[in-house]
């Protein structure tokens, strides 16, 4: 089992920045892959950005490219989200995941270790 915690969360202004952090605990060794997704109520669960911990190779949603950056801190298990320029469309409940399989892309089907969520408001 992996334990998945976020923080960081809370409210900005529109252009402003937030930087996401998830600490994971417990069988982190098999957590090949790990990313952030968002989901507002009533609406599907969105991949943002996914990195896989072995090669670091990143992957973006469409909607945050070029503003959102994910990074992987394996000496302290944990994940982060750099977002930049945020806009109120961003506003949504961020979740961080992981799995321990080989697919490390933005699709959330894959992931079977998910925390809590922290949320993100940005105002206009």
């Known amino acids: 089992q992996v334990q998945l915690v976020e923080s960081g969360g809370g409210s900005v202004q529109a252009g402003g920045s937030l930087r996401l952090s998830c600490a994971a605990s417990?069988?982190?060794?098999?957590?090949?892959?790990m990313g952030w997704f968002r989901q507002a109520p009533g609406k599907e669960r969105e991949g943002v950005a996914t990195?896989?911990?072995?090669?670091?190779?990143?992957y973006y949603g469409d909607a945050v490219k070029g503003r959102f950056t994910i990074s992987h801190d394996s000496a302290k298990n944990t994940l982060y989200l750099q977002m930049n320029s945020l806009q109120p469309e961003d506003t949504d409940m961020y979740y961080c995941?992981?799995?321990?399989?080989?697919?490390?892309?933005?699709?959330?089907?894959?992931?079977?270790?998910w925390g809590q969520g922290t949320q993100v408001t940005v105002s206009s």
């Open positions: 990195i896989s911990t072995v090669t670091s190779t990143t």
């Open positions: 995941a992981a799995n321990d399989g080989y697919y490390c892309g933005t699709s959330p089907a894959p992931y079977n270790y």
């Open positions: 417990g069988r982190t060794y098999s957590s090949r892959c």
